[in-house]
């Protein structure tokens, strides 16, 4: 495929997913026309099972076949060392009973390579630029950290109603379809650790009047309950809206709320039974604040349930 051909079916399917959000592969299905037909995607910063890669293979080849592809692609949305290939982008092509992957790429920031092409001139080392990433990109960027800004300066002139309102952001990130405004608002408001640790209950929860007490500062049966179950050791599949709620977030964060996000995705990957991944994204936050506590108490967790010495990092 050549050089433009390549950078427009980037620009399509990356499109159609709505950001480029790091450690995210996005595989696309494309009918005999060449359109865009269906999506899926996996995330690249959790570790997957090896048992579990032939059924999710299957799974996205049934949803892809389902909605009319014939052939797929894949973009490895990441920040590692993908130049030699995706391991997971290969072993899901392998898993497939009757769908082709023609291609794959690799997108670091704004710029893209395929993995495996050892010639310079087509995929240089620091790959070749998406001019129209590095711009609409940034630019939504700024919107949702403006938007961001806005919401936060509120919270001192609406003191009785701010918490509520940035309920409401948060919800439309996780239950909704966002844009940037939504996860720049959402990403102000869950640096509120009343705000932050409502999702954290009604995730655990599923209530949310149970949420809503958080945010009022009401100390209920049913948050007592929540909390107990978030630390509990059952393993809990996370919900889709939650890990593609945390995907939105990461990609509008400024670099202050990162650590928020981080911190929420390592309770994810704990619940989940990858103390591993949950280890390494809690470490992620606190390497950006060593103070914050929800990432120490999730590192603490995933050490002490995957057998690790502790160390002298955390102490909670």
Known sequence: MDERHAAQTIRAVLSARGDHEP????VAGHDRAGAIVALATVPLDIE????AVPDIAREIEGRLTANGAVTAVAVAVTCSDVSLGCSLAD???????????????SVIGAAYREPGCADATCCPPGGKTLEWAAQSGADDRRRAHRAGERFLRRRDVEPATWHRHAWRHVLSVFEGQPDALAAGKANAALTEVRVRDALLVWWASGDSEAALDVLDGRETSLVADALESLVGETVVAPPAAAVEGCRVLAAYARPRERKVVDALRAVLAWRSGDNEGARRLAERALAEDPSYTLAALVS???????????????DV
């Open 48 to 51: 997957l099972p090896a048992l």
């Open 300 to 314: 603490r967790l995933a050490v002490l349930r995957g057998g690790r010495v502790a160390g002298d990092r955390v």
């Open 91 to 105: 072993d899901i092509a392998r898993h497939w009973w009757g769908l082709t992957m023609t291609h794959q790429w």
């Open 23 to 26: 450690e995210t592969l996005v």
